[in-house]
Protein backbone atom coordinates (compact mmCIF):
# COMPACT_ATOMS: atom_id res chain seq x y z
CA UNK A 1 0.00 0.00 0.00
CA UNK A 2 1.42 3.65 -0.82
CA UNK A 3 1.58 5.33 2.63
CA UNK A 4 0.99 8.80 0.52
CA UNK A 5 -2.47 7.66 -0.94
CA UNK A 6 -3.14 5.95 2.16
CA UNK A 7 -4.52 9.44 4.48
CA UNK A 8 -6.13 10.69 1.58
CA UNK A 9 -8.02 7.60 0.89
CA UNK A 10 -9.18 7.60 4.30
CA UNK A 11 -10.34 11.24 4.01
CA UNK A 12 -12.53 10.30 1.34
CA UNK A 13 -14.17 7.77 2.54
CA UNK A 14 -14.38 9.63 5.99
CA UNK A 15 -15.93 12.63 4.61
CA UNK A 16 -17.82 11.70 1.57
CA UNK A 17 -18.78 8.25 2.93
CA UNK A 18 -20.13 8.40 6.36
CA UNK A 19 -21.29 4.82 6.64
CA UNK A 20 -17.66 3.95 7.41
CA UNK A 21 -15.00 2.21 5.37
CA UNK A 22 -15.72 0.18 2.28
CA UNK A 23 -15.27 -3.66 2.32
CA UNK A 24 -13.25 -5.42 0.17
CA UNK A 25 -15.54 -8.10 -1.40
CA UNK A 26 -14.49 -11.91 -2.40
CA UNK A 27 -10.48 -12.36 -1.04
CA UNK A 28 -8.75 -11.23 1.80
CA UNK A 29 -6.59 -8.71 1.22
CA UNK A 30 -2.79 -8.24 2.97
CA UNK A 31 -1.21 -4.50 4.00
CA UNK A 32 2.00 -4.88 4.70
CA UNK A 33 3.76 -1.64 7.03
CA UNK A 34 7.19 -1.17 7.13
CA UNK A 35 9.82 0.41 9.27
CA UNK A 36 12.09 -0.37 6.41
CA UNK A 37 13.65 -3.96 7.26
CA UNK A 38 10.54 -4.64 9.59
CA UNK A 39 7.34 -5.47 8.30
CA UNK A 40 4.03 -6.06 9.98
CA UNK A 41 0.94 -7.55 8.25
CA UNK A 42 -2.55 -6.72 9.24
CA UNK A 43 -5.63 -8.76 6.77
CA UNK A 44 -9.39 -7.28 6.54
CA UNK A 45 -11.70 -9.74 4.42
CA UNK A 46 -15.45 -11.05 4.60
CA UNK A 47 -17.06 -12.66 7.25
CA UNK A 48 -17.38 -15.90 5.10
CA UNK A 49 -13.52 -16.46 4.79
CA UNK A 50 -11.42 -18.72 6.96
CA UNK A 51 -10.52 -16.89 11.06
CA UNK A 52 -8.13 -13.86 10.00
CA UNK A 53 -5.64 -15.14 12.04
CA UNK A 54 -5.19 -17.66 10.15
CA UNK A 55 -5.12 -16.15 7.03
CA UNK A 56 -2.31 -13.94 8.78
CA UNK A 57 0.10 -16.28 10.10
CA UNK A 58 -0.50 -18.01 6.26
CA UNK A 59 1.03 -14.70 5.03
CA UNK A 60 4.14 -14.51 7.91
CA UNK A 61 5.07 -18.04 6.62
CA UNK A 62 5.51 -17.43 3.16
CA UNK A 63 7.72 -14.45 3.96
CA UNK A 64 9.54 -15.31 7.74
CA UNK A 65 13.32 -16.18 7.51
CA UNK A 66 16.27 -15.33 8.75
CA UNK A 67 16.76 -12.34 7.24
CA UNK A 68 13.48 -11.30 7.59
CA UNK A 69 11.15 -11.28 10.53
CA UNK A 70 7.50 -9.84 10.23
CA UNK A 71 4.67 -9.37 12.58
CA UNK A 72 1.17 -9.86 12.13
CA UNK A 73 -1.69 -7.12 13.43
CA UNK A 74 -5.88 -7.20 12.95
CA UNK A 75 -5.56 -3.25 13.61
CA UNK A 76 -5.30 -2.20 9.74
CA UNK A 77 -6.96 0.95 10.52
CA UNK A 78 -3.60 1.92 12.96
CA UNK A 79 -1.12 0.41 10.39
CA UNK A 80 -2.65 2.58 7.47
CA UNK A 81 -2.42 5.24 10.00
CA UNK A 82 1.15 4.76 11.40
CA UNK A 83 2.31 5.03 7.69
CA UNK A 84 1.09 8.05 6.31
CA UNK A 85 0.75 10.56 9.42
CA UNK A 86 4.74 9.67 10.08
CA UNK A 87 5.88 11.26 7.18
CA UNK A 88 4.83 14.31 8.12
CA UNK A 89 6.15 14.51 11.14
CA UNK A 90 9.24 13.35 8.99
CA UNK A 91 9.60 16.54 6.91
CA UNK A 92 8.86 18.59 10.12
CA UNK A 93 11.90 16.54 11.50
CA UNK A 94 13.74 17.25 8.29
CA UNK A 95 13.46 21.35 8.86
CA UNK A 96 14.64 20.86 12.28
CA UNK A 97 17.88 19.10 10.65
CA UNK A 98 17.40 22.13 7.94
CA UNK A 99 17.75 24.53 10.37
CA UNK A 100 20.23 23.36 12.62
CA UNK A 101 18.99 22.12 15.38
CA UNK A 102 20.91 19.41 17.79
CA UNK A 103 19.33 16.04 18.75
CA UNK A 104 17.22 16.96 21.71
CA UNK A 105 14.84 19.38 19.74
CA UNK A 106 14.56 16.63 17.22
CA UNK A 107 14.31 14.06 20.10
CA UNK A 108 11.44 16.30 21.08
CA UNK A 109 9.64 16.50 18.17
CA UNK A 110 9.44 13.00 17.72
CA UNK A 111 8.04 12.02 20.85
CA UNK A 112 5.39 15.03 20.56
CA UNK A 113 5.01 13.81 17.01
CA UNK A 114 4.22 10.27 18.15
CA UNK A 115 1.79 11.91 20.34
CA UNK A 116 -0.35 13.70 17.95
CA UNK A 117 -0.47 10.54 15.56
CA UNK A 118 -1.83 8.49 18.27
CA UNK A 119 -4.25 10.92 19.57
CA UNK A 120 -5.55 10.88 16.03
CA UNK A 121 -5.31 7.38 15.56
CA UNK A 122 -7.03 6.53 18.78
CA UNK A 123 -10.18 8.88 18.17
CA UNK A 124 -10.63 7.57 14.48
CA UNK A 125 -10.79 3.76 16.55
CA UNK A 126 -7.50 2.28 16.12
CA UNK A 127 -5.43 0.76 19.23
CA UNK A 128 -2.44 2.33 21.31
CA UNK A 129 -0.40 -0.73 20.50
CA UNK A 130 -0.34 -0.19 16.84
CA UNK A 131 1.10 3.22 17.28
CA UNK A 132 3.50 2.21 20.19
CA UNK A 133 4.95 -0.52 17.98
CA UNK A 134 6.56 -1.05 14.76
CA UNK A 135 4.31 0.84 12.39
CA UNK A 136 4.30 3.57 14.81
CA UNK A 137 7.56 4.69 16.25
CA UNK A 138 9.57 2.13 14.65
CA UNK A 139 8.64 3.84 11.01
CA UNK A 140 8.70 7.09 12.57
CA UNK A 141 12.17 6.75 13.95
CA UNK A 142 13.09 5.55 10.97
CA UNK A 143 11.53 8.28 8.66
CA UNK A 144 12.66 10.97 10.57
CA UNK A 145 16.08 9.70 11.25
CA UNK A 146 17.67 7.76 7.74
CA UNK A 147 19.62 9.47 5.22
CA UNK A 148 17.58 7.76 2.76
CA UNK A 149 14.07 9.50 3.92
CA UNK A 150 12.40 11.28 1.12
CA UNK A 151 10.33 13.22 3.51
CA UNK A 152 13.26 14.01 5.98
CA UNK A 153 15.12 14.91 2.77
CA UNK A 154 12.50 17.32 1.73
CA UNK A 155 11.82 18.94 5.05
CA UNK A 156 16.01 19.45 5.25
CA UNK A 157 15.30 21.59 2.15
CA UNK A 158 12.78 23.46 3.38
CA UNK A 159 14.79 24.50 6.67
CA UNK A 160 17.24 25.45 4.59
CA UNK A 161 15.37 28.10 2.35
CA UNK A 162 13.77 26.37 -0.46
CA UNK A 163 10.18 26.26 -1.23
CA UNK A 164 7.81 23.32 -1.46
CA UNK A 165 7.94 23.12 -4.95
CA UNK A 166 11.64 23.21 -5.07
CA UNK A 167 12.59 21.11 -2.47
CA UNK A 168 9.93 18.29 -4.38
CA UNK A 169 11.90 18.84 -7.24
CA UNK A 170 14.91 18.58 -5.93
CA UNK A 171 14.48 14.94 -4.24
CA UNK A 172 12.94 14.06 -7.32
CA UNK A 173 11.12 11.32 -6.23
CA UNK A 174 6.99 11.46 -4.50
CA UNK A 175 7.50 12.89 -1.27
CA UNK A 176 4.63 11.42 0.68
CA UNK A 177 3.99 13.16 3.43
CA UNK A 178 2.92 16.43 1.29
CA UNK A 179 0.27 15.20 0.19
CA UNK A 180 -1.11 13.52 3.31
CA UNK A 181 -0.30 16.90 5.61
CA UNK A 182 -3.39 17.99 4.24
CA UNK A 183 -5.60 15.31 4.66
CA UNK A 184 -4.45 14.92 8.52
CA UNK A 185 -5.22 18.31 9.22
CA UNK A 186 -8.74 17.73 7.76
CA UNK A 187 -9.19 14.39 9.91
CA UNK A 188 -8.13 16.39 12.71
CA UNK A 189 -10.55 18.88 12.43
CA UNK A 190 -13.65 16.54 11.54
CA UNK A 191 -12.76 14.72 15.05
CA UNK A 192 -11.56 17.49 17.09
CA UNK A 193 -8.16 16.89 17.66
CA UNK A 194 -4.97 18.78 18.50
CA UNK A 195 -2.43 18.45 16.40
CA UNK A 196 0.33 21.51 16.56
CA UNK A 197 2.86 20.11 14.68
CA UNK A 198 1.26 18.71 11.74
CA UNK A 199 -0.68 21.98 11.67
CA UNK A 200 2.45 24.37 11.42
CA UNK A 201 4.02 21.61 8.84
CA UNK A 202 0.86 23.12 6.83
CA UNK A 203 1.33 26.45 7.40
CA UNK A 204 4.72 26.42 6.16
CA UNK A 205 3.97 24.08 2.95
CA UNK A 206 1.27 25.52 1.94
CA UNK A 207 1.13 29.12 3.23
CA UNK A 208 4.81 29.91 2.86
CA UNK A 209 4.99 30.14 6.88
CA UNK A 210 9.27 30.29 7.64
CA UNK A 211 10.19 26.95 8.98
CA UNK A 212 11.77 29.34 11.82
CA UNK A 213 8.70 30.70 12.37
CA UNK A 214 6.77 27.64 12.63
CA UNK A 215 9.18 26.55 15.19
CA UNK A 216 8.81 29.73 17.46
CA UNK A 217 5.08 28.58 17.43
CA UNK A 218 5.28 26.03 18.51
CA UNK A 219 7.81 26.66 21.31
CA UNK A 220 5.19 29.35 22.60
CA UNK A 221 2.18 27.23 22.42
CA UNK A 222 0.45 27.47 26.27
CA UNK A 223 2.26 25.67 29.17
CA UNK A 224 0.64 22.22 29.73
CA UNK A 225 1.17 19.19 31.59
CA UNK A 226 2.97 16.23 29.59
CA UNK A 227 0.57 13.70 30.10
CA UNK A 228 -2.49 15.31 31.55
CA UNK A 229 -4.21 12.08 33.42
CA UNK A 230 -1.35 11.80 35.74
CA UNK A 231 -1.84 12.75 39.18
CA UNK A 232 0.46 14.74 41.47
CA UNK A 233 1.20 13.34 44.87
CA UNK A 234 -0.30 15.18 47.89
Same mark, same amino acid.
Given at each position: ?????????????????????????? @????????????? *???????????????????????????????????? =???????????? =??????????????????????????????????????? @????????????????? *? !???????????????????? @????? !? =????? !??????????????????????????? *????????? @? !??? $??????? $? $???????????
Amino acid at each position: VDSGSVVNTLVEKELLAEAGRLDVPG @KPIAYATTPHFLR *CFGLRTLDDLPPLPMLAEGVQDIFMNEVFRVYTSPD =VLGMELGGSLKN =VIALAAGMADGLGYGDNTKAALITRGITEMSRLAIKMGA @KAETLSGLTGIGDLIVT *C !ESRHSRNRKAGMLIGQGYTM @KQAMD !E =VKMVV !EGVYSAKAAIALAKKYGVDMPIIEEVN *CVLFEDKPA @K !EAV $RELMMRD $R $RAEHSALEWEA
